[in-house]
């Protein structure tokens, strides 16, 4: 038997292989897509190829996968691979090609979301800025040269992809791509134009013979044979346009991006899984995570403006690549659950019906027995206590619970049994390699060289500097004379600016400086000055934080100056706004390419053993030494203003350290019930919204590197660091309180004394370390969070002993909450928590 089964078996796969490859291509139905011939439900993963670097590719993705990913879902960045019209660049971390490689590798599926629009909080919404200024362009219409180039782009990417076989009509991994993205408004907002422009693109995709769907999401219009999708924080009650489509998410935030100046915000685990868990049960096939992995706006590829160079959007992966607890594992173990329910979901039949006022089962049934449930209780408030088929059911406030045999309860979406990670930056000192030798550029108050060019007033800073930098210095001069005031009282500079930001400098003393923000670009400036008599200098440096990213002619929305006077003279008020004003375009730095190292530019830098602090306008270099050991490393930028950072010449990005107000919407705690939004669960008020840069490792060499930092404002350079980012605590919180949830990996359906499923705690270090110490571990009913724990009435007292016992010198442990150690119940009417915190080294 064995021997025939064996050599059955290598024939049986040849044959799979074959079947596969001759249905290989991707089709749907009302349910779902389907793939090499069968319904498929799937999880899906956005990870942005260039918001990290190659070098973290293949672990992202394996963590994805590790994560219960299907599918990795990317848009395209057309303005980082189109530089200029027709001139292409796919290298580094543009390199789409070898990034789907690694996803084909994994034996992922990969959604292409070539857009190319994409807003993504990217910059410009990842339309190259070259393409606003080819007259007559207008973005997003039906207008003909942006149709011209976005179709030659589109193809482009096609083209690419057909040639690698990558599109799974061809055998590969590309089950979906998307054209446009989020139209729907800006559609309205053009009328006909846009109407006509929708029809078109999806046109213009379906000709391009990809042999794999196209969707379009937030596009309740789009076309058949083009599947519109959704975007949201709940998807559950979207249908799709047509009873021919499938339902499918290509947007489910488990975080939110964050603006230079608001605090951070964070959406939680239990809700995303609340999310995930209605959509399924309400006949969804495709869920993606935007973002599960957000990563770095390296450079100046952040959008806005304003948003920060952090892309980090609470994703499960956070922005240096570690999973972020207990997210990623709650989600995990979700995945498990849907994917045992995957074949009476997809080919059963559904019947929803009420389990009270605000509590409903959604019941799949298939031919071959098969039974599936989500039991949902969507009260924001009340745990309740329902039946289902004659048992009773704990259903927390706002959860679901899910029973792939109508049954047994494997997940509760508001019941995380995963360990919470603490994650620290921790300080090194910058090891410079010659410690007393910094660099020092000191850019040129005003017009470095020679202006650019003349003129009276303003220009829009954008059409003026197309991008190629943040920076347009402005400069003029006027005389005082007898009319200075006397009376004590200081002349007032009024500054009017679109944005998004510029520092003030008279007579080379920088005077003052002002921004608009997230909410609003625009901002005002007015400081109390001090003139001398005769010829007195203004220098306003005005600068861009990321471009517009989204909404409806966009491309047209501008920055810069708009008004200058002197106010509170003796005579009136000093008009400067019709002067004549000289502009540069960009810093002499800049011109230079000082952040590149090894350009010939030595001269140009002075060397200092003690580089002078709170001195605006400056460039720093110094050598230093890459960190020890392998964890993920931020430089910690408290020490500085706002400003520029690379290492060995690779863009870190903008850095600055404006703080968000201390009401900015923070929470003690955070609600998990309820609908979320962004506002509901933000921390860090009164902190910078971001003191950390991520410099990826594979950026350091293993000696001589070179660290260069323009600071704008003024700051204290020895005292930048970089910070190694290590999970340091680790915390369990887990009760015995819930029947019939059953152990995922094992089915294991034994039962303690009282009938109810032995819940477990389980800790693990990251991989090389060991818990080195058990901070807190109470048996009864402790309360609060990772590292606030507090013991409650009842505590065994033999809880910490239990816990050191199984876990100390251990890389990872597990605690079953029936273990013999805890056998007396010196509590017996509490339902029994067990709570752990414990130190990582
Ligand atoms: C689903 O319902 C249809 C129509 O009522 C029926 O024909 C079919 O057999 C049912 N399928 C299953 C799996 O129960
Ligand atoms: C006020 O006097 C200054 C010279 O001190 C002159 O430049 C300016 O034009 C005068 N303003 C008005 C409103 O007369
Ligand atoms: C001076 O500038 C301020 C804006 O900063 C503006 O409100 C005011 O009208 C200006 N005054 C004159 C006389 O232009
Ligand atoms: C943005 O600035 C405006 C004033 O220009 C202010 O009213 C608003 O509160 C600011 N918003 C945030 C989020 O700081
Ligand atoms: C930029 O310049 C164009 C003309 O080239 C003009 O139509 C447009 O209004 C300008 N944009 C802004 C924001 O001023
Ligand atoms: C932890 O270590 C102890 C001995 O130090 C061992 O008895 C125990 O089995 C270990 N537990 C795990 C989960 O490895």
């Avoid at 039949?349 to 049934?365: H, K, M």
């Amino acid at each position: 038997m064995a021997t025939a089964a064996g050599r059955l078996l290598p024939l049986l796969q040849l044959l799979h292989a074959l079947l596969v490859v001759a249905a290989a291509g991707v089709t749907y139905d009302h349910r779902s897509l389907i793939i090499s011939g069968r319904r498929r439900l799937l999880i899906s993963t956005s990870i942005h190829y260039p918001r990290s670097v190659p070098a973290m590719w293949p672990k992202l993705v394996a963590e994805a996968k590790d994560g219960g990913a299907d599918c990795i879902e990317t848009y395209v960045f057309w303005n980082g691979h189109e530089t200029a019209p027709g001139k292409y660049y796919f290298e580094d971390r543009f390199d789409l090609v070898q990034f789907a490689r690694v996803v084909k590798d994994a034996g992922l599926f990969l959604i292409l979301r070539i857009g190319p629009f994409v807003a993504g909080e990217w910059n410009f919404g990842g339309l190259p800025v070259w393409l606003h200024y080819i007259p007559g362009t207008v973005f997003r219409t039906n207008n003909e040269p942006f149709k011209s180039h976005m179709k030659g782009f589109t193809t482009k990417i096609v083209d690419m992809m057909k040639k690698e076989r990558f599109f799974a009509s061809q055998g590969g991994h590309i089950i979906l791509a998307q054209i446009e993205n989020e139209y729907e408004g800006t559609e309205q907002a053009f009328g006909a134009g846009g109407k006509a422009y929708a029809t078109w693109a999806a046109s213009m995709a379906l000709a391009q013979n990809t042999g794999v769907p196209w969707i379009m999401c937030q596009q309740s219009d789009a076309p058949d044979h083009v599947i519109n999708t959704c975007n949201s924080f709940y998807c559950d009650q979207f249908m799709p346009n047509s009873p021919t489509k499938p339902k499918i998410w290509t947007e489910n935030w488990p975080g939110w991006f964050q603006n230079f100046g608001e605090a951070n915000p964070h959406r939680p685990a239990e809700d995303v899984a609340f999310s995930v868990a209605r959509f399924f049960g309400k006949g969804g096939t495709v869920q993606n995570y935007y973002v599960y992995h957000g990563g770095t706006n390296f450079g100046r590829t952040t959008g806005g403006p304003f948003i920060t160079t952090s892309y980090d959007y609470d994703a499960p992966i956070d922005e240096y690549g570690l999973r972020r607890l207990p997210k990623w594992a709650h989600l995990r173990e979700l995945h498990k659950s849907i994917k045992l329910c995957e074949h009476s979901l997809l080919y059963g039949n559904s019947t929803s019906f009420s389990l009270g006022p605000q509590q409903e089962a959604d019941v799949y049934t298939d031919h071959s027995g098969g039974c599936v449930a989500f039991l949902s209780n969507i009260d924001s408030e009340k745990d309740k206590v329902v039946t289902f088929r004659k048992r009773k059911y704990d259903l927390p406030a706002w959860s679901v619970s899910v029973l792939p045999d109508c049954e047994s309860v494997v997940y509760n979406t508001a019941k995380v049994r995963s360990q919470t990670s603490m994650v620290d930056m921790v300080p090194e000192t910058l090891q410079a390699s010659k410690p007393d030798q910094w660099s020092i550029f000191t850019e040129k108050i005003g017009i470095w060289d020679k202006n650019d060019f003349i003129q009276n007033g303003f220009v829009d800073h954008i059409n003026t500097t197309k991008d190629s930098t943040d920076y347009l210095w402005h400069t003029t001069s006027f005389n005082v004379d007898g009319s200075y005031p006397t009376s004590g009282k200081h002349p007032i500079l009024n500054i009017d600016s679109k944005g998004h930001g510029v520092h003030a400098f008279l007579n080379d003393m920088l005077i003052g400086s002002a921004f608009g923000n997230g909410s609003k670009s625009s901002f005002n400036l007015h400081i109390p000055i001090t003139l001398k008599m005769g010829k007195n200098e203004i220098a306003l440096l005005s600068m861009t934080v990321g471009l517009q990213n989204a909404g409806a002619r966009y491309e047209w929305v501008g920055a810069g100056l708009t008004s200058v006077n002197i106010s509170g003279m003796e005579n009136g008020t000093i008009d400067l706004s019709s002067n004549k004003w000289s502009y540069k375009i960009g810093l002499e730095g800049e011109h230079y390419s000082l952040f590149k190292p090894d350009q010939g530019n030595n001269q140009r830098w002075s060397q200092q053993s003690e580089p002078s602090k709170d001195q605006p306008l400056t460039w720093y270099k110094v050598h230093v030494d890459a960190p020890q050991g392998y964890d993920p490393i931020g430089l910690d930028m408290q020490s500085m203003g706002k400003g520029l950072a690379w290492l060995n010449g690779n863009a870190i990005g903008r850095y600055w350290l404006r703080t968000s107000s201390s009401d900015d919407r923070c929470t003690p705690s955070c609600n998990y019930r309820g609908q979320f939004s962004p506002d509901n669960c933000r921390t860090g008020c009164g902190k910078p919204s971001q003191r950390w840069y991520h410099v990826p490792r594979s950026w350091f060499h293993p000696s001589g590197n070179t660290l260069v930092v323009f600071e704008e404002q003024g700051g204290d350079p020895t005292k930048i660091t970089f910070s190694r980012r290590v999970a340091t605590s680790i915390c369990s919180f887990v009760s015995e309180n819930y029947p019939f949830i059953v152990d995922l990996e094992t089915w294991d359906k034994s039962v303690t004394d009282d009938g109810r499923v032995a819940s477990k705690a389980q800790l693990s270090c990251p991989k090389g370390k060991i818990i080195s110490s058990v901070n807190f571990a109470s048996f009864g009913d402790p309360s609060g969070t990772c590292r606030s724990y507090q013991q409650g009435r009842c505590h065994h007292p033999d809880s910490l002993s239990v816990v050191e016992e199984a876990c100390l010198n251990n890389n990872s442990c597990t605690i079953s909450l029936a273990d013999k150690g805890f056998g007396k119940d010196l509590c017996p009417d509490v339902i029994k928590t067990l709570a752990i915190e414990a130190h990582c080294s």
